[in-house]
């Protein structure tokens, strides 16, 4: 965790931290008493206990606050997965109460002889003892070896472990503007009203979820986890094994909760009507529409186009620009590795208009040739339409060097980044791209709603594909005039709640940080081909670079009885064609067996599929 010597502390009254963790607490899951077993391997210096008979509340809010004992070293930490409690207050965090693993602060609050105790069956053994007891829900404690003292900022005045210490990293996260946090240092009456303003600055944000250090290390899998509902479901009498995420994603509760919140609060059309539920329907629509162009790095929302999935988004391309771009003998340049979708509608782009359809090949491990790429590449050539990440055999293609040798040819690129956008970043103006599509679904949003991203010019040049209402700017019985982008393109209402939906989700990544998952997935693909390796299957492919998923057959039985009897198992994973029956084929196969990673995947979800396996292929 990074030293916060020296940097600006800012403490919250009481009411400010009883809103703040009932926020991060009040979507938590029961969990199971078998969670509650002491871990007692973390060890690490930590302030000491407060004076005893000194709540320090009061005298923060009054602005007089205590001396700071010095640092202590616990000798031995243990730590608590607890479920959440109703009406949780700021009593119910003791002396080492934590939320870290994805929160980059602590909250040390007073021994407190009222503290309310958990019901007696979750009461630690550490409560037994006449000790205070440890509430520490969602989040485990992470190893603190190397923190010190100074690594928490102190209250204003030299205050100490009277209340709580937080990082100033904490209150940036939550809202608490930098003008705030500067005055909180003041004290006094300068206390009272910062404490006031970050009332304000907080109040109208939504609830989302705290975020995830980004130090190596600092990702918690079993916290995402409880962030995923469905996955305390049983299936068959077992708990699930989601590996299935290459085909859809789960949803966390932040994204069920905003759909929820909006039905509730907000439903209404958007852009067509001057009341105030329109109002806000319009602002949640556009907002999430800016977070999606955040998360790919567009350069503006108008190069942000509402579709379906990533589906609708090439056929959109397919029956604008493509439609209007291309003739007989021109060429599309796609690639062995691509999903249906990126290969039907250009066939229908080119039964249309005469082009030719071209395809880049692979070698035996799944990479693409690129000096192949680039020979196909002719004078005729007009688009190459590629994946980003192939969803049947993971083979993650070099994007930058192909768009450049595309570009360097004068053809235009469409990138399918449906299998990629959930495992690494996406930045549209790194690599160039001219289109770059995608699917909510795959990335923890709901189903139904994606996006295009276009470079201006080029959605500016291509005409309406669908009519109707919403894509007009004056419409009269001889002649409309359209939208620019992207309205041109969104005829019609829209996913709007879905669309929020997507918003919601891509807050979530963000907060927990792509990089973060990037290398959680990585070492679990490394797990996952390991165990593989261990049993009497072939797996396709062995591309330089492979994320997400993997696939692999078995002479002992076809791919869907081996799909059906890890089902059994409770282990969901696909068994089938992927869509994909190209790549497939140019590996000798018409199915295959695919298990397929996400950020909330652990090694334990491995174990189980490897030792299903091991039986049903025995």
Known sequence: MQTMAGAMSFVPDAELLQGLANELFKQEPQA??????????????LPVAPPAGV????????????????????????????????????????????????????????QAPQAKAPA????????????????????????????????????????????????????????????????????????????????????????????????????????????????????????????????????????????????????????????????????????????????????????????????????????????????????????????????VPWQMLCTQTGAKLCVAPVDNNGDILLQEFERLISPRTKLAAITAVSNALGTVTPLAQMIEIAHRHGVKVLVDGAQS????????KALDADWFVFSGHKVFAPTGIGAVYGKQELLDAAPPWQGGGNMIADVTFERTIYQPAPGRFEAGTGNIADAVGLGAAVDYLDSIGLENIQRHEHELMEYLLAGLRSLPVRILGEPKERAGVVSFVSTKLRPEEIGQALDREGIAVRAGHHCAQPILRRFGVEASVRPSLALYNTCEDIDALINALRRILK
């Open 32 to 45: 199971q008493a078998s969670q509650f077993q002491p871990k007692a391997e973390t060890t690490g210096k």
């Open 55 to 110: 709540s320090g509340i009061d005298e923060l809010e009054a602005g007089k606050v205590p001396a700071v004992p010095g640092p202590s070293t616990a000798a031995s930490l243990p730590h608590f997965n607890m479920p959440a409690l109703p009406g949780l207050a700021l009593t119910d965090f003791t002396q080492t109460a934590a939320l870290t693993g994805d929160t980059p602060f602590y909250f040390l609050a007073p």
């Open 120 to 343: 007696a069956d979750n009461q630690p053994a550490q409560a037994a003892q006449g000790q205070p007891p440890i509430l520490n829900s969602r989040f485990t404690l992470p190893p603190v070896q190397d923190l010190t003292f100074e690594d928490f900022t102190r209250p204003p005045n030299g205050a100490g472990n009277a209340a709580l210490y937080f990082m100033d990293e904490a209150f940036r996260n939550a809202g608490v503007s930098a003008d705030t946090r500067k005055q909180a240092g003041g004290g006094g009456e300068q206390l009272k009203d910062a404490f006031k303003q970050a009332r304000e600055d907080v109040a109208p944000r939504q609830a989302q979820p705290a975020k995830l250090a980004s130090a190596p290390g600092m990702f918690d899998v079993y916290s995402v986890r409880r962030d995923f509902p469905i996955l305390q479901t049983r299936v068959h009498g077992k708990p699930l094994v989601w590996l299935d995420n290459g085909a859809t994603s789960q949803k966390p509760q932040a994204v069920i909760d905003r759909l929820a919140h909006f039905y509730t609060h907000e439903n209404s059309n958007v852009h067509r009507a001057a009341h105030t539920l329109a109002g806000r329907s319009t602002d949640a629509y556009e907002a999430a529409r800016e977070k999606v162009r955040r998360f790919v790095n567009a350069g503006s929302t108008r190069e942000i186009v509402w579709v379906r999935g990533a589906t609708e988004g090439i056929n959109l391309v397919a029956q604008t620009w493509g439609k209007r771009n291309l003739g007989s003998g021109d060429e599309i340049l796609v690639t062995h590795l691509e999903h249906h979708a990126n290969i």
């Open 421 to 428: 956008v959930m495992h690494k970043r996406t930045d549209v």
